[in-house]
């Protein structure tokens, strides 16, 4: 009998598929259990930002300007301009 081998001469997985299995079955659970993966948009649809007024001033959103640059995000009020 070597390494790998159970008693009656069968190959036993290597780790990494012991790893792999045990992963995929903590999958299984966590789905039962949790469900999928909640993904949202990667940004605001325009309908999303154009519902209700601004927090800030009040007015409608529509009337509003969003700029983005790199990863930050700025908004202009119409009286800001």
């Known amino acids: 009998m070597t390494a790998g081998e159970g008693a009656g001469g069968e190959r036993r997985p290597g780790l ?16 039962g259990v ?11 649809t325009p309908q999303d930002r154009r ?5 800030i001033c009040g007015k409608d959103m529509a009337d509003h300007r969003l700029e983005r640059t790199g990863g930050a995000a700025r908004m202009y009020c119409p009286g800001d301009e």
């Open 34 to 44: 949790f469900g999928p993966a909640q993904v949202s948009p990667p940004e605001p």
């Open 16 to 31: 990494a598929e012991r790893v792999r299995r045990w992963a995929a079955g903590l999958d299984r659970a966590g789905f």
């Open 51 to 55: 519902l209700g007024p601004c927090q």
